[in-house]
């Protein structure tokens, strides 16, 4: 099956600003447009079914939950989606308090009428595939210093869920929003996404290692990149899909998404859709 996999959309509704710690100027580094067209690029691609790996807002505010809805309206009403939530899209308490990401998103994309813990699960997009989808979004006081946290209960979960679908012959993804681990090449404007690491980043790692997963799909880091680690089903690639709406000309921070051949056996292969700048 062709799998998507988008992240970091930041929509954001500029009129509403200031507030929450932004200017109505950095909502102007994402574009609503880039996005659509990555999605619209992954539809002609014959994406079967897309993860978006968190971050659909600037700052929780409602407006952007339903920019977001509205974006990924065709793949939720279809059926084809799953959704993580990201560090952007728990930014407030008022947004943590109403549980506005489960009401008018959630794993699905198509919203709870009756929010309730819902991560981790398994969406099986094809038979032989499972994706674990995970929370890795902690609300703190200081948002922009509030590093991601799993938590033991939920990789306790996890790796339950793996056992079963990879005993049921499932080739088993995970998805989640914080990257586990940084490449060499470190980029300078990164620092700020430094900060907010996945505070139990080596329990996932010795997880890959532990027991069979195809491959560990996330963002956070607005640039896309793979480094693959040893898994206990060989060289196991964690992806990091970057952002679908940057503007940015540098050519590893462009709005992208990805599509992945996946089978029982893996990730076949990996395929950047960049979105094109007229
Ligand atoms: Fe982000
Ligand atoms: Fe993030």
Not at 211 to 226: D, E, P, T, Y
Request: charged letters at 25%.
């Amino acid at each position: 099956m062709r799998l998507g996999h988008v992240s970091d959309l930041h929509l954001s509704d500029r009129g509403r600003y200031p507030r929450n710690g932004y200017l109505p100027r950095d909502c102007d580094r994402h574009s609503v447009r880039l996005a659509q067209r990555v999605l619209d690029d992954l539809e002609a691609a014959g994406v079967d079914h897309l993860v978006v790996t968190g971050d659909l807002t600037l700052s929780s505010e409602a407006s952007e939950f339903e920019r977001a809805a509205k974006l990924l309206r065709r793949w939720a009403d279809a059926g084809k989606l799953t959704v993580v939530p990201g560090n952007h899209d728990v930014w407030t308490a008022e947004s943590v308090k109403t549980a506005r990401f489960l009401r008018m998103i959630g794993p699905d994309g198509r919203g709870m009428r009756r929010p309730e813990p819902s991560y981790p699960f398994a969406a099986l997009p094809a038979p032989e595939i499972a994706i674990v989808a995970l929370d890795s979004a902690q609300f703190g006081e200081a948002p922009l210093d509030t590093p991601g946290l799993l938590g033991s209960a939920q990789l306790q979960a996890c790796r339950e869920l793996v056992r079963e679908h990879v005993k049921e012959g499932r080739a088993v993804l995970l998805a989640l929003h914080h990257h586990l681990l940084l490449p060499r090449e470190r980029i300078p404007s990164d620092a700020l996404v430094a900060r907010t690491p996945l505070q139990d980043a080596d329990k996932l790692v010795r997880m890959v290692a532990d027991v069979r997963i195809a491959g560990v799909l996330h963002g956070h880091r607005h640039c896309a990149f793979r480094v693959d680690i040893p898994g206990a089903a060989g060289p196991t690639p964690i992806l990091c899909a970057g952002s679908a709406s940057r503007v940015a000309e540098e050519p590893i921070r462009r709005a992208r998404g990805f599509v992945y051949e996946v089978d029982r056996g893996g990730i076949r292969s990996v395929q950047p859709v960049i979105a094109s700048r007229s």
